[in-house]
């Protein structure tokens, strides 16, 4: 079992920022990909980012795109995710996730990941 923990999170004002982490230990897993999920109060689940296991492709939500960036450690076994110029509409809880799935299939929106973390609060005021 991959197990996801995720401390961190808080509270900012928008405009500030926040560093999201998660680490992955327990048993060996083939991840291909790695994402960033979030859900706000009203809204659908969404992917915020995502990262191959090769670090080379990455993708983002246009929400996010250039205030977010998704990034990795594997020498560490961390994930993590730098938001910049947050907003209120960023207000969520973010929740970690591995799939080994291909690539693909870790881009489509109804991509069930295997493995999640426990989410951890982000939230934005105005």
């Known amino acids: 079992q991959l197990q996801l923990v995720e401390p961190g999170g808080g509270s900012v004002q928008a405009g500030g920022s926040l560093r999201l982490s998660c680490a992955a230990s327990g048993a060996p897993y083939r991840r291909t990909c790695m994402a960033w999920l979030r859900h706000g109060p009203g809204r659908e689940r969404e992917g915020v980012a995502r990262?191959?296991?090769?670090?080379?492709?990455?993708s983002y939500a246009e929400s996010v795109k250039g205030r977010i960036t998704i990034s990795q450690d594997t020498a560490k076994n961390t994930l993590s995710l730098q938001m910049n110029s947050l907003k209120p509409e960023d207000t969520a809880m973010y929740y970690c996730?591995?799939?080994?799935?291909?690539?693909?299939?870790?881009?489509?929106?109804?991509?069930?990941?295997?493995?999640w973390g426990q989410g951890t609060q982000v939230t934005v005021s105005s």
């Open positions: 996730a591995a799939t080994g799935a291909s690539w693909g299939a870790c881009l489509n929106p109804g991509n069930s990941f295997d493995y």
């Open positions: 990262i191959h296991r090769d670090g080379d492709r990455t």
